[in-house]
């Protein structure tokens, strides 16, 4: 099946660093989502992006949908403690499958 | 978005059981999905829960082992059968209209299987 790819696994970063993570596919996909999980919590959607080289802003988040249809990223400025969590890239591809394909997650941690 | 209860939020079972999940909806929904998510790991499809017919299940699960039920637009059930420690995970209900509004996650079902 589809297998999205993310990266960086996890990130120790220091409180109002910027934070870039990204998710890349061998294949097209025609939605891409990015959701925060916290712990004990199913995952909360932040950004969604549908059509190739769309560029999408939600506060301090910013992700953009890749060109080609396989790959995007988010971006998080000035880092603060409450973005602790687990940062996941999610595509839906279409052609009667509804269900997402979720990337493997990438693990934020903020030091003061 | 919808708002989604899920039950039980947490269970500790013994293998060999079985244990069904209850999936509840605040207002009437197109899609409804259910994902599994071992520990420390992403989140994988089970199936789709059709109204009125049978879920249809991705790859690798069975209907025999996780029987779904959707018997309206604001209710689902997902049971997971004769469990073995390997099915220890979290178990969580998704809705919405499409993917390209984006879907709501419920807060899951952690089970662990003794």
């Known amino acids: 099946g589809q297998q999205l790819n993310q990266s960086p696994q996890s990130m120790f970063i220091q409180e109002g660093e910027d934070v870039s993570m990204n998710c890349t596919s061998s294949s097209i996909f025609n939605t891409w989502l990015w959701y925060k999980q916290d712990p004990g919590e199913g995952p909360v959607l932040l950004i969604a992006?549908?059509?190739?080289?769309e560029l999408t802003s939600n506060g301090r988040l910013t992700a953009q949908f890749g060109i080609t249809r396989k790959d995007s990223f988010l971006n998080i400025s000035a880092s603060i403690p409450s973005d602790v969590g687990i940062y996941f890239c999610?595509?839906?591809?279409?052609?009667?499958?509804?269900?997402?394909?979720f990337g493997k997650g990438t693990h934020l941690i903020i030091q003061p | 978005s919808a708002v989604i209860s899920q039950k039980p939020s947490r269970d500790i079972c013994q293998r060999g059981t079985s244990l069904t999940i209850q999936c509840q909806v605040d207002s009437q929904v197109t899609m409804m999905f259910w994902y599994r998510q071992q520990p420390g790991q992403s989140l994988t499809l089970i199936a789709t829960a059709n109204q009125g017919s049978e879920a249809t299940y991705e790859s690798g699960f069975v209907i025999d082992k996780f029987p779904i039920s959707r018997p309206n637009l604001t209710f689902s059930t997902l049971t997971v059968s004769n469990m073995s420690p390997e099915d220890s995970s979290i178990y969580l209900c998704s809705v919405g209209a499409s993917a390209n509004y984006g879907y709501t996650f419920g807060s899951g079902t952690r089970l662990t299987v003794v």
């Open positions: 992006l549908y059509k190739a080289g």
């Open positions: 999610a595509g839906w591809a279409g052609g009667g499958a509804d269900g997402l394909t």
